[in-house]
């Protein structure tokens, strides 16, 4: 197999991004302040002190915006580190029916908690949807894992019956060089946060278990587990 050739970034490119981010910023600071002011929150006298600190507020929106591109650019957010990075994985249309609760069709063992927490409901019919891979790089909860895209839980989150035909379809493709592997969802019923952990063992076995977001119990990142979300930039 050839080696891949990692092109160098060029001048071009960094000044085209750099121009992007000031017209963006300077776009977004416009709004915000016109946004205080009608709250009036900002007169000519605050504006003054505003002006006066711009250094100080100019050096903290750059460190949370290189922040920012630094998580995009390593593909690492929080506890997680992108493993799909240019790779097309796409969830196919569901028509909301095909709950976990009874996915006999695909695994072996089924936790009767999706029954005894109400999670066997249909669901709303989904379009085809682009996901994300992730592998776990440090040891967590579910809050603290989840919680380190910095994005509204509902933004993270898939269906059942998505969630069943991403496993039919993927889960023999993202697997340690073992063989094997655990896949971790969130999705949603009512108000409450639940986390599909469903495994594929090296012989072929798959079984699928459910907890609550609040849930304490740490993952391991030893395990290397895998976490699908929703594309967040789609």
Request: net charge negative; proline share 2%; charged share 25%.
């Amino acid at each position: 197999m050839k080696d891949m050739i990692t092109l160098k970034v060029t001048t071009g490119q960094i000044d085209g991004f750099a121009s992007v981010v000031a017209d963006a910023t300077r776009k977004k600071t416009r709004e915000e302040l016109n946004t205080f002011a009608e709250a009036g929150h900002l007169d000519s006298a605050t504006m003054q002190r505003v002006l006066a600190n711009g250094d100080k507020i100019a050096a903290a929106a750059t460190k949370a915006g290189m922040e920012k591109l630094r998580e995009i650019a390593s593909g690492i957010f929080g506890c997680l580190k992108r493993i799909s990075t240019g790779k097309n994985v796409v969830i196919a249309a569901t028509k909301g029916t095909e709950t976990l609760a009874s996915a006999n069709d695909v695994f072996n063992y089924i936790d009767s908690d999706f029954n005894n927490w109400g999670c066997d409901k249909v669901e709303e019919a989904t379009l085809e949807t682009p996901v994300e891979v992730y592998e776990q790089i440090e040891d967590a909860s579910y809050r603290k894992i989840f919680g380190g895209f910095g994005q509204n839980l509902d933004r993270l989150r898939l269906t059942t019956p998505q969630i069943k035909k991403f496993f039919a379809a993927e889960a023999d493709n993202w697997l340690r060089e073992d063989g094997w592997a655990v896949y971790h969802f969130l999705f949603k019923v009512g108000d409450n946060f639940f986390v599909v952990s469903a495994l594929r063992f090296a012989d072929g076995y798959r079984k699928a278990d459910v907890l609550p977001l609040s849930h304490e119990s740490v993952c391991s990142a030893e395990n290397r587990h895998r976490f699908v979300l929703p594309q967040l930039d789609a």
